[in-house]
């Protein structure tokens, strides 16, 4: 691949076994050795924290496989929004190009090899901004890669071009849809609470970054490519993250073959997709779904949100 390979950022904070499960899988992707890694690790948030955003700081200064390592600590408790917005403008901007994750995540051997096809592929797209790597509809109606009006934020890629229509004002955002009556479309059509969640975010109730990135795109008529097979499995379901509570809700089998990239022509929209998780929310996001999934994580002792 004659492009320089995209800088991998990682957002880490008290969870050195989580960190310790992502660095091993991204150290089996071939491509890790001649990719740049940046670790932005958060500060602790109070004394309870403390040992461990103290391993987790000891634990990358001792990662090594990649071409490089630069690491940025936090001297306080910044908060993930924060933090994903100044090291994803940070990066993009230095390097036009940029892999994003979590520390919550594993990835499959062949994710790195994906992402840099793709940002490759559609770096000249406009209508294009976003890559997602994380299936967890488990739909085998899916194509390999799809486009899509959503953004996921489980292993994710974008450029500068795109990152520049980031707005932070969730309050714009959400004016904005509401005036031009998409919130039920942002919704997939009502079946789960995107607006609701910009709505809270506006709110304080929550300080997501993702939704007002989704919010953004998607009010720029700007599309994701999406996997119908997951290069991306989220492990943050086991109660230790800040936002995620138990259940196999968003489960994902990981593909471990390479995943073609190939430029889908027209760049529209691949309706029949949307329809596929149209179905999954209306499947796990309904008011029984929900409280069947309380009642079980009730008796496993799961009292997570």
């Known amino acids: 691949m004659r492009q320089a390979l995209a800088p991998i950022l990682l957002f880490v904070y008290n969870r050195p076994q989580h960190v310790q499960q992502l660095v091993t899988s991204l150290l089996a992707n071939a491509e890790a050795a001649q990719s740049t890694l940046y670790v932005y690790a958060d500060g602790a948030k109070d004394e309870r924290d403390q040992a461990a955003v103290e391993e987790v700081r000891g634990l990358i200064h001792n990662i090594r496989g990649f071409a490089s390592v630069s690491i940025v600590e936090r001297e306080e408790n910044w908060g993930l929004a924060r933090n994903v917005i100044d090291?994803?403008?940070?990066?993009?901007?230095?390097?036009?190009?940029?892999?994003?994750?979590?520390?919550?995540?594993?990835?499959?051997?062949?994710?790195?090899?994906?992402?840099?096809?793709?940002?490759?592929?559609?770096?000249?797209?406009?209508?294009?901004?976003?890559?997602?790597?994380?299936?967890?509809?488990?739909?085998?109606?899916?194509?390999?890669?799809?486009?899509?009006?959503?953004?996921?934020?489980?292993?994710?890629?974008?450029?500068?071009?795109?990152?520049?229509?980031?707005?932070?004002?969730?309050?714009?955002?959400?004016?904005?849809?509401?005036?031009?009556?998409l919130t039920k479309t942002f919704d997939f059509n009502g079946k789960y609470g995107y607006t609701r969640m910009l709505r809270r975010q506006v709110e304080g109730l929550n300080n997501s970054w993702a939704i007002r990135w989704n919010a953004s795109l998607f009010l720029h008529d700007v599309l994701s490519l999406n996997v119908g097979k997951a290069l991306v499995q989220n492990n943050g379901f086991d109660g230790t993250g800040t936002n995620c509570g138990g259940g196999g809700l968003y489960a994902?089998?990981?593909?471990?073959?390479?995943?073609?990239?190939?430029?889908?022509?027209?760049?529209?929209?691949?309706?029949?997709?949307?329809?596929?998780?149209?179905?999954?929310?209306?499947?796990?996001?309904?008011?029984?779904?929900?409280?069947?999934?309380?009642?079980?994580?009730?008796?496993?002792?799961?009292?997570?949100?």
Not at 115 to 133: F, R, S
Not at 263 to 289: D, G, H, L, M, Q
């Open 252 to 305: 994902s089998n990981l593909w471990l073959k390479p995943l073609k990239v190939k430029k889908i022509e027209p760049i529209t929209e691949n309706k029949e997709a949307r329809k596929v998780y149209e179905r999954y929310y209306a499947r796990t996001n309904s008011f029984w779904a929900k409280a069947v999934r309380r009642i079980k994580r009730t008796l496993k002792g799961d009292f997570g949100r």
């Open 87 to 181: 090291g994803v403008s940070t990066v993009v901007k230095k390097h036009g190009r940029v892999i994003v994750l979590e520390d919550d995540l594993v990835v499959a051997p062949y994710f790195l090899r994906f992402m840099n096809e793709a940002l490759e592929t559609y770096k000249d797209e406009p209508k294009v901004g976003h890559i997602q790597a994380c299936d967890y509809t488990q739909d085998p109606t899916l194509p390999d890669t799809f486009l899509i009006k959503w953004t996921g934020s489980w292993g994710w890629a974008t450029w500068e071009r795109a990152w520049q229509l980031f707005n932070p004002d969730g309050a714009t955002l959400l004016r904005e849809l509401e005036t031009r009556k």
